[in-house]
């Protein structure tokens, strides 16, 4: 029993100096060359920020197994042996929401502001903002957990009573399991519907906070989470079938790169202007809107003449060159099988445990739980990748979003290009969404992470808050995930059709033209058919002539585009 717990702590300490590590190298080799011996202070916040937030999905495969500790105990009080998980839980979820309303915002403001400016007025800029945000978060906050800040537990109210111990047990049967002859409601399973009752108590200031800030990132989740966990395979797979197929001679590759050179001197040009009107102080939401624009231009610009270069191979490694590229393509097509696979098994376990009432089958639950007796570890990593992986898909959809909607503001991760402020956007944006991937997870696995301390914090007590339990009561959150993959999924498929009738050179236009005189032609059948025959030939008649001068009418639409 001791020896498992200290092997659990020295594993905890050993895996927060490897994510530790990690985080240095992503941050040292994603960083912008502007950005190397400069702004210290984002990057320390960029690694704390990351490491919180895969510690912090880390502690729920940590939690089930510190369970199984305690529950190898042999002798009353073991438990106090093991790790001070809710402690713990509460600690690293109040550290996240701190990073996520307050120090982020001010490391953005502070590394975005005007760098003509000193260094104290753009410390004294950023604190004014963050103290604003923490003057009206904290009023929020305290009003709402003064009045609502209450948990409501559905209980049964049982009674029972005294009696000298008897010397047989033949009183009591399944029938009347209480003492006395007088009727009592003692027993839970036969209590009557009237032996409901509720019982309130207020929920503790940081509980409430972790709950409020679940319910910012499960919105978030369910629309970045839902489109990310099926573009996340997709893209890979749809990158594969547009690669390029063959090196492109060198003429096009001059016609292509003068192309982009024009629409480069353009994008400069409109950056220019929109300086000029910063500088002139026009800072209004039309020229937030450009400067986004802009932003989605250059950056869909950078990945053409990324995708130039790789048409057309240059140098004396060429051939290397080219190899390389081709395996990159069928990395990414094996990786994005895979993550299809993991996909379609996460909706899959949605519907089947947590949409349908009773559960159809614990699915994934059974599966980690089999994967555990096979070796001790092999199933509590298998759940800490299925709970990573919905961070990658967060991501993921923030960036496809982010490039499809204006108001949404892109932050793209590009190896040895990525500012501070992309960086800091998506350390907050994984932070604020690992509290809610943390609570889904504790959801979805209810099954196998059953009495931990994550389901006592986000199983009873947010499930039961008063104000928005109702969300959880009725899965919104997990029903807009569906939707949301499923709407993307669509999407994916409509645009695979597209690009398959191109392959075969068969425009859209002319099918749906086809369709669409098909079903005219099975309208006159019908009409044929269910007619009269002295009625028929009059009423067929009309009915062909409309037929065809609808088609003619298509062909002629079809070829006008």
Known sequence: MGDFNLALVIVAIVVCVLVF?????????????????????????VIFGLSVAAISILMLPADVANRQACSRAIYIGACNLTLPMKSLWLVIYIVDAVLV???IPFAM????????????????????????????????????????????????????????????????????????????????????ATSEKTWTQHTTFPEYV????????????????????????????????????????????????????KKARELKKAADALHQEEKSGSKGRKWRKNVKAVEKELLLLEEDVKALEEMYPQGEKAEASWALTVIGYLVKLV???LGLIVSVAWVAHIIIYLLIDPPLSPFLNEIFIKLDDVWGL??????????????????????????????????????????????????GLILLCSISVIQFCATAFGYYAQATAAQEIFGHTLQSLRGIKYLYKYNVFQIAFVVMAGLTFVYYAAFFLLNLMDSFGLDPLLIIAVYQFSEYALHVWETFAGMEKEKTQCQVSAFYLSSIQTGKELWISYEAH
Not at 146 to 173: E, N, Q
Not at 383 to 411: D, K, N, P, S, W
């Open 21 to 45: 590590i990690f985080n240095v190298y992503l941050l040292v080799n994603y960083q912008h060359p502007d950005d190397k011996n400069e702004a210290y202070f984002p990057k320390f916040v």
């Open 101 to 103: 309303f307050f120090v």
């Open 109 to 192: 403001f502070f590394y975005e502001g005007d760098q003509d400016k000193s260094t104290g007025k753009r410390i004294k800029s950023a604190l004014m903002w963050v103290v604003t945000t923490a003057i009206v978060c904290g009023l929020v906050l305290g009003i709402l957990y003064g009045v609502i800040g209450k948990v409501d537990f559905t209980v049964r109210h049982l009674s029972s009573p005294t009696k000298a111990f008897p010397s047989t047990w033949s009183d009591f049967s399944s029938n009347q399991p209480c003492i006395g002859s007088t009727f009592h409601q003692c027993s839970a399973y036969s209590a009557s």
């Open 210 to 261: 972790v709950a409020l800030a679940t319910i910012v990132g499960s919105v978030l989740f369910s629309i970045f989470g839902g489109v990310g966990i099926a573009c996340l395979p997709l893209g890979l797979i749809f990158s594969f079938f547009r690669r390029p197929k063959a090196v492109i001679t060198r003429s096009q590759y001059i016609k292509e790169a003068t192309e982009f050179a």
């Open 335 to 337: 990786l994005g099988v």
């Open 378 to 427: 092999l199933g509590t990593a298998a759940f800490a990748f299925f709970c990573f992986y919905l961070l990658l898909a967060v991501i993921a959809g923030a960036m496809m979003l982010g490039l499809r909607l204006v108001f949404i503001t892109i932050h793209p991760m590009k190896w040895g290009a990525t500012l501070m402020n992309s960086f800091l956007f998506n350390v």
